[in-house]
């Protein structure tokens, strides 16, 4: 088992399946793309067990507390690295998080978005400690997302050849 | 001609001039910046052949309709391609599409972005083909964008040496 | 001493101590992230000399003025050279400046993003000289920023080994 797999379990995290897309929307680009030692992740979203959408759905400060987008963010972050491990094959591949760019759907007078990003960082750094896990991170206030997702997180990593 | 130049003939394709920008207005940055293999392109917007800034203008859910905001992401990826070019001086030395990031102008209560920025994918994939065109993507909701345009696109690219 | 430093005396400015991370916040992530030859800087804000977060604060359009964002950028600037030094040692290590992108904390009717950033691109081109300092560059608005500052800018550059 490789490390990373060990510690996940150890860690009782269990990652989704592939995104359920729903019917009718086409999406002709790949979760994650890899060249070379950098691959890049593309903007991913908090999923249930099953890849279906989860249902905590809004804007930060309004229908969703930070609590929930905390959460969200780290439901994010297990989706990301379910889409990383289907294209990698094995997330102990990944020797450097370099960029973590953090989207928050946000209410109008809301403005603690790292503190609802800081779900993905947590969950990063659990998951492959500081060295590795360390990243460069901006988390800031959308005026929308896709599906009205509080949270949504691109993020580029460095790989071994 | 080079391969990219061919398949833009076939589509029909003519990619515009380079962006008048409005008197009064210094752009101190480049449009396309090339370093070892990856090239980062600065956000682009949609464009008249002429370079002008394309007038349908405001934000998409509102004064601009869904299938309006497709056109103008697929005009944003022919002024892409316009700058890439002259950079570049050839396309074919385009050898993989690597980050695509889609802003939407959006109104309040819109948020099917994937389908606004589908315009710009699914030109680089018509153009480039599925292996090399292929990218990561976020498609998300911004508060405002320059000129009111309702679509700004920025992406990194790998080329050969 | 070093060339940049130079600049930066012979310019008269000052790069600000660290941010100070008001109380109970916890940031779990670095503002910058090296590897190889590509440096990662995180989201960066106006910061007073001293890492207090600078007060003007609010939306540009509406309780800040384009002035006032345009000097925010310029600030922005300093507080990213700040920690670029404290990571590279020397900022003359830095070959490249590669992609520059701007948030503004946009007002409902402003667009005028790039006259913003300006403040940070005509910094960067200042202090390094068109050939290193040229960049790529996005300028857009949303719909929030941490603390409600005015402008955030998170930027990639290239350093020699």
Redesign the interface.
């Known amino acids: 088992m490789s490390k990373i797999e060990a510690r996940l379990a150890e860690l009782g995290l269990i990652l989704p399946e592939p995104i359920q897309v729903p019917a009718g929307?086409?999406?002709?680009?790949?979760?994650?793309?890899a060249?070379?030692?950098?691959v890049?992740?593309?903007?991913h979203i908090a999923l249930n067990q099953d890849g279906s959408v989860a249902q905590t759905l809004g804007k930060v400060g309004a229908e969703v507390s930070q609590e929930q987008g905390y959460e969200a963010a780290r439901m994010t972050g297990l989706a990301m690295l379910g889409s990383l491990k289907r294209e990698l094959g094995d997330l102990d591949r990944i020797t450097?998080?370099?960029?973590?760019?953090g989207?928050?759907n946000?209410a109008?007078d809301?403005?603690?978005?790292?503190?609802v990003i800081?779900g993905f960082?947590?969950l990063i750094?659990e998951v492959f400690g500081s060295d590795i896990g360390?990243?460069?991170?901006?988390?800031?206030?959308?005026?929308?997302?896709?599906?009205?997702t509080p949270v949504?997180i691109?993020a580029?990593v460095?790989i071994s050849g």
């Open positions: 929307m086409v999406l002709p680009f790949s979760w994650v793309r060249r070379g030692n950098r890049y992740s593309s903007g450097a998080w370099l960029r973590v760019f989207m928050v946000t109008p809301y403005n603690s978005y790292p503190m800081n960082s947590d750094i360390d990243h460069s991170r901006s988390a800031v206030g959308l005026a929308g997302l896709p599906f009205g949504e691109e580029e460095e």
